[in-house]
């Protein structure tokens, strides 16, 4: 399809209609099971556009579907955001953009900053959000502090260390037998040294009988060497043995300080092991986390007094915010008064007007509402409540024109309802206009505006195989000329081709 301004046209019936509903698929639109064609499985709707970019749409008989971007699977969300980036719609029979608060404010925050404000804003939100969430959860996080400050104290009072359980444990094997490891000493003392045939006796008789052979052979001083080491390693083990035998009296202090040790590491180990390892792990985990609620804590007391200030920031932000507003006001709605009284509405009058908030929003502190009024000695009222489909068409192109359409195509439907003469005139020449920067669809029943478009389609519906088929097709400059003469008289005489051509060279000079 050709880019700067296309007009559709054709006879009532013909399914114009259809080229608009199928591109409102492709923005999301709700799809019904009605727009199938009897018989059929299902519809496609498929867009092209520059840069071999594609999105489609499917939709069975059976309520399920499917969106692609460029051949891949997507959401219908990606699609809607991936085409309302594309295409604009300003169909008669919704208007939706345009009734919504948040579209009819953001005609005039489009020459504004906002962002001030919504910095401010964001601040504040976060700031009560957190505030929320510890108020929410203060008596969960007083119980919380009892239970860690318990068990933070209670580990740290025993300070386990890893890996001290087993000499622990050897030390109370020890201590527990001390009577009997006294009396082991003893026996082995009266062995190799205390009774009358001892270990030492018999290895200083042994030395000494071998005194003889060691004079003549080298292989017996050896060994005579080797048991004169043995002998002085068994008076050292004597001397431990001694040692042993007397010094093992049982020490109940000492017993009783490892056996204490040992059972609080044990009552540790069963409520926060298995392991020492694990308590040590439980403890520093207890303890982070407590620093984390006492800090919830400390923050709560001053949270309070910063939400209180930034609330003043976003009231100060939103008052700025909106006197610029008043201020773009008056100027933007003369502006669109201009354009609109030449599209047929030479009474029409236009103004903004801001309605406080109870609480400031993320749009500000006030909403915006569009009154408008077309006819005189009428009341300003909202637009939504008072404009007809056509109004709300011509105040988008309007719009369209003094501000510039958000997407590089455009499409106008009904736009010339309820308008003929210089009107018509006025509006094909504001499509003409905003079409030099944007390609711009114009389903009309209008001769003059179909005389000014770029390129003239022609909507026709037949009968093929007993089926009714609508087709979309490019005419040439002799079609164009007969199908504005019909749409101006309803036939091809002379003289409606004659003023066919007359428009087509009215629209060429223009």
């Not at 037998?177 to 003392?189: C, H, I, K």
């Not at 009266?190 to 009358?196: C, N, Q």
Request: with cysteine.
């Amino acid at each position: 399809m050709g880019g700067g301004f296309c007009a559709f046209t054709g006879e009532t019936g013909a399914g114009k209609s259809i080229i608009v509903d199928a591109l409102g698929l492709l923005l999301g639109s709700r799809a019904s099971s009605d727009l199938i064609r009897s018989g059929e499985d299902d519809l496609l709707v498929t867009g092209f556009w520059e840069g071999e970019q594609s999105a489609s749409r499917r939709l069975s008989a059976q309520g399920r579907g499917n969106a692609r971007l460029d051949g891949e699977v997507v959401s219908l969300r990606e699609l809607q955001e991936w085409s309302q980036g594309r295409l604009t719609i300003h169909w008669q029979h919704s208007a939706v953009s345009l009734l919504s608060a948040a579209n009819q404010r953001g005609l005039l925050d489009r020459r504004l900053d906002t962002r001030p404000y919504a910095a401010a804003y964001g601040r504040w939100r976060a700031a009560s959000a957190r505030l929320d969430e510890l108020r929410a959860s203060m008596r969960e996080r007083a119980r919380q502090i009892d239970l860690l400050t318990f068990q933070v104290q209670e580990i740290r009072e025993v300070a386990p260390q890893s890996g001290e359980e087993e000499p622990l444990a050897t030390d109370l094997a020890r201590l527990a037998n001390l009577d009997t490891v006294a009396q082991s000493a003893a026996a082995g003392l009266e062995l190799l040294s205390d009774g009358e045939m001892n270990g030492l006796g018999m290895i200083a008789e042994a030395l000494r009988a071998l005194n003889a052979g060691a004079k003549y052979d080298p292989l017996t001083a050896q060994l005579q060497d080797e048991l004169r080491a043995a002998q002085e390693g068994i008076r050292a083990v004597v001397g431990e043995l001694r040692e042993r035998a007397e010094n093992s009296a049982p020490d109940p202090e000492e017993l009783a300080r490892v056996e204490t040790r040992l059972a609080a590491l044990g009552k540790l180990r069963a409520k926060y092991g298995p392991t020492l390892e694990d308590v040590v792990a439980f403890g520093d985990t207890a303890a982070a986390e407590l620093e984390t609620l006492e800090q919830d804590e400390r923050d709560a007391g001053t949270l309070e007094d910063e939400v209180g200030t930034l609330l003043a920031e976003v009231r100060r932000e939103g008052a700025h915010l909106d006197d610029a507003r008043r201020k773009a006001a008056g100027p933007l709605a003369e502006e669109l008064l201009a354009v609109i009284r030449e599209l047929g509405m030479p009474h029409a009058r236009m103004a903004f007007t801001l309605s406080p908030l109870e609480q400031p929003a993320a749009h500000g502190l006030s909403d915006v509402i569009l009154l408008f009024g077309a006819n005189p000695g009428e009341a300003l009222g909202p637009l939504s409540d008072v404009a007809s489909g056509g109004e709300l068409s011509r105040v988008m192109l309007a719009i369209s024109t003094v501000l510039g359409a958000d997407t590089p195509s455009v499409v106008f439907d009904e736009v010339d309802a309820g308008i003929g003469g210089s009107a018509a005139l006025a509006v094909a020449a504001q499509l003409a206009r905003l079409a030099r920067s944007r390609q711009v669809l114009v389903v009309t029943h209008l001769a003059q505006i179909a005389a000014r478009a770029d390129h003239h389609y022609k909507v026709e519906k037949s009968v093929e195989g007993g089926r009714t088929v609508s087709r979309v097709r490019l005419l040439t400059e002799d079609e164009r000329l007969e199908e504005i003469a019909r749409m101006l008289g309803g036939h091809t005489s002379e003289a409606a081709l004659r003023h066919a051509r007359e428009l087509r060279g009215t629209a060429s000079a223009g």
